[in-house]
């Protein structure tokens, strides 16, 4: 901004003072609502008798108040402060909604929706801006954090409002509060399971068709004849649908956690074999022949050359298998109905109770869980494979 | 140089050849099932053998003389040898006695192999004719004791000892089989519950596999005659000889016999002994232990008072026998004190504990055999076994393997007992049956199918809504990755559910499956849709640029066929992705019309050759998407091949 100050200072100023439309407009929406009722047939929020909803009525009023005035500036990084306002107003009027009786007026979805939507377009304003690359650090952070998190905040406040508004029967549907309160009271039966699942089925399994996988690829990589015949059918071998696997497996070991342990062998073993089958073979020629140069025998051939090469073939299988492993173990206890441990089990059993709740908190920990999986194997790879190109630069 | 084959055959040739190393891998996995099979199938069958509720029980009976003596009168001298029927080879001298009428003789004898040698002379006499059996009731081989002869009396039939047996068939009749198999070679004919079968007429016989005319009702018990003949009814008396004979068998009233010793020191203060045969049934109404000349009862009595964890003194009708408290002996002296018919227990025994008293004598531990009798037997008497009925060896086979064989349902099945079920499994409903497999097979694909369109379709516009707008990327690819990792069969419950209450059918509608399919296949198609429309070279869209091409136009003739090749890769792989939620759906939805219901039943049912066929059908179901997906690709973007 150093040349042609003026200039440059009044266009900066002018961009600065357009508001940010979409934003305002939603806003404008949201504050609307709260001249209507919150209840079908009441009166306008604000005004309705009794000091709660005055209350409340005023704090729904000052938030979305205070979130139209960082949209009015329009900067790209002024704009997000409306976001946290926005979404506190819409969790507000979910709050003020649940003591309310009778079904939900449109007062209530006004508030909601426009505070909701108000929150993603200021949310949206700040991808736009173009980092510099001396930029700090934490402000790369925000940019690639806001929009995501905002998401999840959106997602579950629309969920909780949605059920509160259309009076949904606890036995139904749950929303996020009971959700959430069905974690805390069964938190200890839900670790307990995911530690059998996860820790014993699906770490064990992994391991073995790790080992496995890996062993068998490399027998095939020694022969070319075994490739051209096993590569065709692997695909055939991995399209038997857990489905029908898990039962037979069930009745082969028993309905305790081998089984499902056997299922993760089976899941990750194939895609270990595909991958390390090429990544032991596709090498480069070039490399392949300085290594004949070197005189070097196919031992040392296979441990300097080709399983360094194979590593980023075999963490992208990892990574696949380290997914569909934990959905197919939840698949297998799901078929092999076995002792009521277990995180499968508890999500079949509460759903066949009803208690749906409580399949939600278990799936919640079960996603968790298997995200942090994957996560602990992109930090294996990048200390493993941080010398291949593709983990270098963007 | 003329060619030395015709053309045509040289790609063949060609293609054989490319086709070899697959069916060589092929042969190997076929193979390898076979051990893998016995793998998990042998534990399964040891453990079936070591059960002993499925082993099959022998009843023992004193061993009569073999041949009825011409003067049954007469005694035999010493240094005569006697041929006992039955008797087995191992039964030596130390362990038998004589014993004629329910009396044991004291006779000194040695014993081999079924002969008796006697080393002193036994008095007359030594046999005693019974009554003749009334009959045939049939065509030789049916007849009945009269009314009051004992039923485990010896028969003899023109002067030889006929042995009993009978052997029970492998499979428990479910009212519908008629094929039955028995394990030991038995010859005779068939019993049905209380009804004799004959060869012929009521079952025709191939070895071992019996088939009967009619069913067997459900429950009954199938036997074969396996010895000289077998009881068919203990209480009318009847019985089935193996061989058909026109003169009747006639009962012995009291025969010269060996019976079984008990094992232990009869020195006046052991009480523990062993039969010899173990493991015995535990509860066995035909046993029957003699001391001497005199049956010990094995009867137990309760005490008069009530167990109520205080009391220590109980009073019993008897004034002696063995005292045990649920089960275990208490010692005389250390655990109670006796005065009269009065014990007094050291410690109060627990509250409801079960305490008996066995007059005579009590099985201790029966896997053993071992009898513990109340009163120690005086030296020089004989404690002797006449009948009692044990475990022998088990029903299904003499070796893992034959049991492993003869298991009803297997965890994996040979390959070509899967080959043998094809052709049942496939006819068994008509093609316009809507149980038929082909199709089950078809509904499940045109499930599939709807789901990747579904999946397919919502992945590309997220996708083109992900390039066009950058900000939603950021802010949704996250999410989208992790809606991956949700388990989806655990949403199959919820989505049920929230489909039910908008009023669809959820066991005849697709929409289930399509969902859930969609919702798995979507996630490759974005990605991969992602990736290739922002693989554009960017000369041509610097192109693009200089010929002042509109978005829209941009998008359409430079991104969308840059992307149609990742798009069909990620279709292919979005299509097995659909066929697994398609399956799971169903398999939670009972879907009738479709193969995750066939598989859920055959497997609820325990046909696990079917399960293979399925999961096979499946298999193929999942290669053949996408070889569609394939051929479409072929047809769209024919200038890509991968």
């Given at each position: 901004?150093?040349?042609?100050?003026?200039?440059?200072?009044?266009?900066?100023?002018?961009?600065?003072?357009?508001?940010?439309?979409?934003?305002?407009?939603?806003?404008?929406?949201?504050?609307?609502?709260?001249?209507?009722?919150?209840?079908?047939?009441?009166?306008?929020?604000?005004?309705?008798?009794?000091?709660?909803p005055?209350?409340?009525?005023l704090?729904?009023?000052?938030?979305?108040?205070?979130?139209?005035?960082?949209?009015?500036?329009?900067?790209?990084w002024?704009?997000?402060?409306?976001?946290?306002?926005?979404?506190?107003?819409?969790?507000?009027?979910?709050?003020?909604?649940?003591?309310?009786?009778g079904?939900?007026?449109?007062?209530?979805?006004?508030?909601?929706?426009?505070?909701?939507?108000?929150?993603?377009?200021?949310?949206?304003?700040?991808?736009?801006?173009?980092?510099?690359?001396?930029?700090?650090?934490?402000?790369?952070?925000?940019?690639?954090?806001?929009?995501?998190?905002?998401?999840?905040?959106?997602?579950?406040?629309?969920?909780?409002?949605?059920?509160?508004?259309?009076?949904?029967?606890?036995?139904?549907?749950?929303?996020?509060?009971?959700?959430?309160?069905?974690?805390?009271?069964?938190?200890?039966?839900?670790?307990?399971?995911?530690?059998?699942?996860?820790?014993?089925?699906?770490?064990?399994?992994?391991?073995?068709?790790?080992?496995?996988?890996?062993?068998?690829?490399?027998?095939?990589?020694?022969?070319?004849f075994?490739?051209?015949?096993?590569?065709?059918?692997?695909?055939?071998?991995?399209?038997?649908?857990?489905v029908?696997?898990?039962?037979?497996?069930?009745?082969?070991?028993?309905?305790?956690?081998?089984?499902?342990?056997a299922?993760?062998?089976?899941?990750?073993?194939?895609?270990?074999?595909?991958?390390?089958?090429?990544?032991?073979?596709?090498?480069?020629?070039?490399?392949?022949?300085?290594?004949?140069?070197?005189?070097?025998?196919?031992?040392?051939?296979?441990?300097?050359?080709?399983?360094?090469?194979?590593?980023?073939y075999?963490?992208?299988?990892?990574?696949?298998?380290?997914?569909?492993?934990?959905?197919?173990?939840?698949?297998?206890?799901?078929?092999?109905?076995?002792?009521?441990?277990?995180?499968?089990?508890?999500?079949?059993?509460?759903?066949?109770?009803?208690?749906?709740?409580?399949?939600?908190?278990?799936?919640m920990?079960?996603?968790?869980i298997?995200?942090?999986?994957?996560?602990?194997?992109?930090?294996?790879?990048?200390?493993?494979?941080?010398?291949?190109?593709?983990?270098r630069?963007? | 140089?003329?060619?030395?084959?015709?053309?045509?055959?040289?790609?063949?040739?060609?293609?054989l050849?490319?086709?070899?190393?697959?069916?060589?891998?092929?042969?190997?996995?076929?193979?390898?099932?076979?051990?893998?099979?016995?793998?998990?199938?042998?534990?399964?069958?040891?453990?079936?053998?070591?059960?002993?509720?499925?082993?099959v029980?022998?009843?023992?009976?004193?061993?009569?003389?073999?041949?009825?003596?011409?003067?049954?009168?007469?005694?035999?001298?010493?240094?005569?040898?006697l041929?006992?029927?039955?008797?087995?080879?191992?039964?030596?001298?130390?362990?038998?006695?004589?014993?004629?009428?329910?009396?044991?003789?004291?006779?000194?004898?040695?014993?081999?192999?079924?002969?008796a040698?006697l080393?002193?002379?036994?008095?007359?006499?030594?046999?005693?004719?019974?009554?003749?059996?009334?009959?045939?009731?049939?065509?030789?081989?049916?007849?009945?004791?009269?009314?009051?002869t004992?039923?485990?009396?010896?028969?003899?039939?023109?002067?030889?000892?006929?042995?009993?047996?009978?052997?029970?068939?492998?499979?428990?009749?479910?009212?519908?089989?008629?094929?039955?198999?028995?394990?030991?070679?038995?010859?005779?004919?068939?019993i049905?519950?209380?009804?004799?079968?004959?060869?012929?007429?009521?079952?025709?016989?191939?070895?071992?596999l019996?088939?009967?005319?009619?069913?067997?009702?459900?429950?009954?018990?199938?036997?074969?005659?396996?010895?000289?003949?077998?009881?068919?009814?203990?209480?009318?008396?009847?019985?089935?000889?193996?061989?058909?004979?026109?003169?009747?068998?006639?009962?012995?009233?009291?025969?010269?016999?060996?019976?079984?010793?008990?094992?232990?020191?009869?020195?006046?203060?052991?009480?523990?002994?062993?039969?010899?045969?173990?493991?015995l049934?535990?509860?066995?109404?035909?046993?029957?232990?003699?001391?001497?000349?005199?049956?010990?009862?094995?009867?137990?009595?309760?005490?008069?008072?009530?167990?109520?964890?205080?009391?220590?003194?109980?009073?019993?009708?008897?004034?002696?026998?063995?005292?045990?408290?649920?089960?275990?002996?208490?010692?005389?002296?250390?655990?109670?004190?006796?005065?009269?018919?009065?014990?007094?227990?050291?410690?109060?025994?627990?509250?409801?504990?079960?305490?008996?008293?066995?007059?005579?004598?009590l099985?201790?531990?029966?896997?053993?055999?071992?009898?513990?009798?109340?009163?120690?037997?005086?030296?020089?008497?004989?404690?002797?076994?006449?009948?009692?009925?044990?475990?022998?060896?088990?029903?299904?086979g003499?070796?893992?393997?034959?049991?492993?064989?003869?298991?009803?349902?297997?965890?994996?099945?040979?390959?070509?007992?899967?080959?043998?079920?094809?052709?049942?499994?496939?006819?068994?409903?008509?093609?316009?049956?809507?149980?038929?497999?082909?199709?089950?097979?078809?509904?499940?694909?045109?499930?599939?199918?709807?789901?990747?369109?579904?999946?397919?379709?919502?992945?590309?516009?997220?996708?083109?809504?992900?390039?066009?707008?950058r900000?939603?990327?950021?802010?949704?690819?996250?999410?989208?990755?992790?809606?991956?990792?949700?388990?989806?069969?655990?949403?199959?419950?919820?989505?049920?559910?929230?489909?039910?209450?908008?009023?669809?059918?959820?066991?005849t509608?697709?929409?289930?499956?399509?969902?859930?399919?969609?919702?798995?296949?979507?996630?490759?198609?974005?990605?991969?849709?992602?990736?290739?429309?922002?693989?554009?070279?960017?000369?041509?869209?610097?192109?693009?640029?200089?010929?002042?091409?509109?978005?829209?136009?941009?998008?359409?003739?430079v991104?969308?066929?840059?992307?149609?090749p990742?798009?069909?890769?990620?279709?292919?792989?979005?299509?097995?992705?659909?066929?697994?939620?398609?399956?799971?759906?169903?398999?939670?939805?009972?879907?009738?019309?479709?193969?995750?219901?066939?598989?859920?039943?055959?497997?609820?049912?325990?046909?696990?050759?079917?399960?293979?066929?399925?999961?096979?059908?499946?298999?193929?179901?999942?290669?053949?998407?996408?070889?569609?997906?394939?051929?479409?690709?072929?047809?769209?973007?024919?200038?890509?091949?991968?």
């Open positions: 901004m150093e040349v042609d100050a003026l200039g440059a200072a009044e266009v900066t100023r002018r961009t600065q003072w357009r508001p940010h439309w979409p934003t305002l407009a939603l806003l404008m929406v949201a504050l609307a609502g709260l001249a209507g009722p919150f209840e079908t047939g009441g009166q306008a929020y604000l005004v309705a008798g009794g000091a709660a005055l209350t409340s009525g704090a729904l009023l000052l938030l979305l108040g205070a979130a139209v005035l960082p949209t009015v500036w329009g900067s790209p002024v704009v997000p402060a409306a976001t946290p306002l926005a979404l506190v107003a819409a969790f507000g009027a979910i709050y003020a909604q649940r003591s309310l009786a079904s939900a007026g449109w007062g209530y979805w006004l508030v909601l929706l426009g505070g909701l939507a108000a929150a993603a377009t200021a949310a949206g304003r700040i991808s736009v801006i173009e980092l510099e690359s001396d930029a700090p650090r934490w402000q790369h952070r925000m940019q690639r954090s806001v929009p995501a998190a905002t998401v999840a905040f959106l997602v579950l406040l629309a969920w909780e409002g949605l059920v509160v508004g259309s009076r949904v029967p606890k036995g139904i549907f749950p929303r996020v509060s009971h959700i959430w309160a069905a974690f805390l009271g069964s938190w200890r039966v839900l670790l307990a399971d995911a530690y059998l699942t996860f820790v014993k089925e699906v770490l064990f399994g992994f391991a073995v068709g790790l080992t496995g996988g890996f062993l068998v690829g490399s027998a095939i990589a020694f022969s070319r075994l490739q051209r015949g096993f590569l065709p059918l692997a695909t055939a071998f991995g399209a038997v649908p857990i029908g696997l898990a039962p037979v497996l069930g009745r082969a070991l028993g309905v305790d956690w081998e089984s499902k342990a299922v993760v062998v089976i899941v990750t073993f194939f895609p270990v074999v595909l991958n390390t089958v090429q990544g032991l073979t596709l090498v480069d020629p070039l490399k392949l022949e300085l290594l004949r140069s070197y005189a070097a025998r196919p031992l040392k051939v296979f441990f300097s050359l080709r399983v360094p090469n194979a590593l980023p075999l963490f992208n299988a990892l990574k696949v298998a380290v997914v569909v492993g934990v959905v197919s173990v939840i698949v297998a206890e799901f078929l092999i109905p076995g002792p009521p441990t277990g995180l499968g089990q508890r999500i079949s059993l509460s759903a066949h109770r009803g208690a749906f709740d409580i399949v939600f908190a278990a799936i920990v079960s996603s968790l298997s995200m942090a999986l994957y996560a602990v194997i992109i930090f294996l790879e990048r200390m493993f494979t941080a010398w291949h190109p593709m983990s630069g963007s | 140089m003329a060619a030395s084959r015709p053309r045509v055959l040289v790609p063949l040739k060609r293609r050849v490319a086709a070899l190393p697959v069916v060589v891998v092929l042969a190997i996995a076929f193979v390898l099932m076979y051990p893998i099979a016995l793998w998990l199938g042998l534990p399964l069958a040891k453990l079936r053998m070591d059960n002993v509720a499925n082993w029980t022998v009843t023992t009976a004193p061993h009569a003389l073999a041949e009825a003596p011409a003067d049954p009168t007469a005694g035999a001298a010493a240094g005569a040898s041929a006992f029927g039955g008797a087995p080879a191992n039964l030596s001298s130390e362990r038998a006695v004589l014993t004629y009428g329910g009396q044991p003789l004291a006779a000194r004898f040695g014993l081999e192999d079924g002969v040698v080393r002193s002379a036994i008095p007359g006499p030594l046999f005693a004719w019974g009554a003749e059996l009334t009959g045939p009731l049939d065509a030789g081989h049916v007849y009945v004791l009269p009314e009051g004992d039923p485990g009396a010896a028969l003899y039939l023109a002067d030889r000892l006929l042995l009993p047996g009978a052997t029970e068939a492998v499979e428990r009749p479910d009212g519908v089989q008629t094929v039955f198999s028995f394990p030991d070679d038995a010859g005779g004919p068939v049905v519950g209380h009804t004799v079968l004959l060869e012929g007429d009521g079952f025709v016989a191939d070895d071992r019996v088939t009967l005319s009619a069913p067997a009702p459900f429950n009954s018990v199938v036997r074969r005659v396996s010895g000289d003949y077998a009881v068919v009814d203990a209480a009318s008396g009847t019985v089935a000889l193996a061989v058909a004979s026109s003169a009747a068998p006639r009962a012995a009233a009291a025969s010269l016999a060996i019976a079984e010793l008990l094992v232990g020191e009869v020195d006046g203060v052991n009480r523990k002994f062993q039969l010899q045969h173990a493991p049934v535990e509860s066995d109404a035909q046993r029957r232990i003699m001391l001497d000349g005199t049956e010990l009862s094995a009867a137990a009595e309760r005490p008069l008072e009530r167990v109520d964890g205080g009391r220590a003194t109980f009073t019993f009708a008897g004034e002696r026998g063995v005292v045990t408290i649920n089960g275990a002996e208490v010692e005389e002296g250390s655990g109670f004190s006796r005065s009269g018919n009065t014990i007094t227990f050291a410690t109060p025994p627990v509250r409801n504990a079960a305490i008996r008293q066995y007059a005579d004598y099985v201790s531990d029966s896997t053993t055999g071992t009898i513990t009798l109340a009163v120690a037997p005086p030296a020089g008497s004989s404690l002797w076994a006449p009948t009692y009925t044990y475990y022998d060896h088990p029903a299904c003499a070796t893992e393997l034959e049991c492993f064989l003869s298991m009803p349902q297997h965890p994996m099945p040979f390959p070509n007992w899967i080959a043998k079920r094809l052709g049942p499994f496939f006819g068994a409903y008509a093609l316009s049956d809507s149980r038929n497999v082909v199709r089950a097979t078809l509904y499940t694909a045109g499930g599939t199918l709807t789901a990747l369109l579904l999946g397919g379709i919502f992945g590309v516009l997220l996708a083109i809504l992900f390039v066009a707008v900000p939603l990327e950021q802010a949704l690819l996250p999410w989208v990755i992790a809606s991956q990792t949700v388990p989806i069969i655990a949403l199959v419950p919820v989505l049920l559910l929230l489909l039910g209450n908008v009023g669809v059918t959820v066991q509608s697709l929409v289930p499956a399509a969902l859930i399919g969609a919702y798995i296949a979507f996630f490759p198609v974005t990605v991969g849709t992602v990736t290739g429309l922002r693989s554009v070279d960017p000369l041509s869209l610097d192109l693009m640029k200089s010929y002042a091409a509109s978005p829209v136009q941009l998008f359409w003739k991104r969308f066929p840059a992307a149609v990742y798009l069909f890769v990620s279709l292919k792989l979005g299509a097995a992705a659909a066929l697994v939620g398609a399956l799971v759906a169903e398999t939670e939805s009972n879907n009738r019309l479709g193969l995750g219901y066939a598989i859920v039943g055959q497997v609820q049912a325990g046909n696990v050759s079917d399960v293979w066929i399925l999961l096979f059908i499946s298999a193929i179901l999942g290669i053949g998407l996408v070889s569609i997906v394939g051929l479409l690709q072929r047809f769209i973007a024919p200038w890509e091949r991968r």
